[in-house]
């Protein structure tokens, strides 16, 4: 009997005949999934409860892979189990296609001006005025990964360009570190319904980190945007633009201090160490990542999560240790909240509201300075942050919103 089903068979299949089940990670399935397919482990298929054995089951993953095995097994214990061919990439590049191009890119446009413009384009616009990320006679690469946050990217830089009050010109990198032949064409495709006009440039970044045993992902991100700097210049660019939203911003400053002890936080903008003259910007610093989800869903667009090739046998990429710093920190921030809605701002302020005579030690430009430096100079208070009551300090916390 087949084991598997093609997407052109499986889109015959009559309404209540199967169950779509989608066995990839909850990370992965968060980034988008096929609609109506049903979240479980493939370790938990068998114990999970939810398969009805008189439907058939569907069984997808990313790209067909694993979901052979797991149909497999479904099958020995008798089920009418099959594997989607091609896996939720497959459904994903079908979907797009689907889609007019020209028509349908007006309307995610419009609504980065309409629905979306109070939550997306201001918060977009007042990043680059307050932290001056946008100078007369930049020449700035849009760095896109495929992934929601640089593709919201590159269409605010596009809209920018209709408004802007000074000349700066904009290219749209896509620089390819060896991507799956299925993740780069999801990217060209996207790209091709967004109108955005990329230059891809080639490298052989994953080949290099693959037989790494040791933080591979971290080496690649170093080494992408060491590449991204040098594109970009090639290019004629002084600026690069990465997609690091608000949520990266906070989750960061957490992490730095519950993980390495240290405060410190994401910059709106840096100096690049080792290209002189370039500078690396970050536009989405005031966008929330549930606006960036909701203008994507609005829009009914599919990204992929890590355009990396070896995302479905990467022991680092999938490993939950590797992984779950930040997702730990994402649910203790999400904890926090309910408590206090304003906590993800009272994060984002609390660097922007350093007292540094209320703290004992801090570094600037390579240098530690102690509080006992200049103790004996100053007049030291008792009005300490530790004295202050609860409601004293979140009054003054709304006083600063």
């Not at 938990?44 to 398969?51: D, K, T």
């Not at 064409?185 to 990329?198: K, T």
């Not at 037989?211 to 991204?228: D, F, N, Q, V, W």
């Amino acid at each position: 009997m087949k084991n598997s089903i093609s997407l052109e068979e499986f889109k015959l299949l009559p309404a209540g005949s199967y169950q779509l089940i989608d066995i990839r990670g909850e990370e992965e399935i968060a980034h988008g999934a096929i609609p109506g397919a049903v979240a479980i482990p493939q370790d938990a298929l068998l114990e999970n409860g939810q398969l009805d054995r008189t439907k058939k089951q569907v069984i997808c993953c990313s790209r067909g892979k694993f979901s052979v095995e797991a149909a497999e097994e479904l099958a020995e214990e008798g089920y009418d189990a099959v594997s989607l061919e091609g896996g939720y990439i497959a459904w994903l590049l079908d979907t797009v296609k689907q889609q007019e191009a020209e028509d349908y890119c007006k309307e995610v446009e419009k609504s980065i001006r309409k629905k979306f413009r109070k939550t997306i384009w201001c918060r977009f616009v007042k990043a680059v005025k307050d932290y001056e990320l946008v100078k007369p006679g930049d020449r700035i690469a849009v760095c896109i990964s495929g992934g929601k946050d640089s593709m919201l990217m590159a269409k605010l830089f596009q809209e920018l360009l209709l408004h802007h009050k000074f000349d700066f010109t904009v290219k749209f990198l896509v620089m390819d570190p060896g991507y799956s032949p299925a993740n780069r064409q999801v990217i060209e495709e996207n790209a091709r319904r967004l109108q955005i006009p990329i230059k891809i440039y080639e490298s052989d970044i994953f080949d290099s980190v693959y037989t790494i045993e040791k933080s591979p992902c971290y080496l690649c991100a170093r080494m992408r945007r060491g590449h991204l700097y040098s594109f970009a210049k090639e290019m004629g660019c002084n600026k690069i633009a990465l997609g690091h939203h608000f949520d990266d911003v906070i989750e960061t400053i957490l992490m730095g201090m519950l993980y390495g002890g240290q405060v410190q936080t994401m910059m709106p903008k840096l100096h690049s160490t080792n290209f002189e003259g370039m500078e690396l910007i970050r536009p989405l610093y005031l966008i929330r990542e549930d606006d960036i989800k909701a203008w994507r869903d609005y829009n009914d667009l599919h990204f992929i999560q890590c355009a990396c090739k070896f995302t479905d046998t990467c022991t680092t990429c999938n490993n939950n240790e590797n992984r779950s710093k930040r997702v730990e920190i994402k649910e203790l921030i999400k904890t926090l909240k309910q408590v206090n809605p304003f906590v993800e701002s009272n994060i984002f302020r609390s660097v922007e509201n350093v007292n540094l005579s209320t703290v004992v030690a801090y570094k600037k430009d390579g240098v530690k300075h102690h509080f006992l430096d200049n103790y004996d100079d100053v007049v030291q208070t008792e009005n300490e942050p530790g004295m202050q009551s609860g409601a004293e300090i979140q009054m003054q916390s709304e006083e600063t919103r």
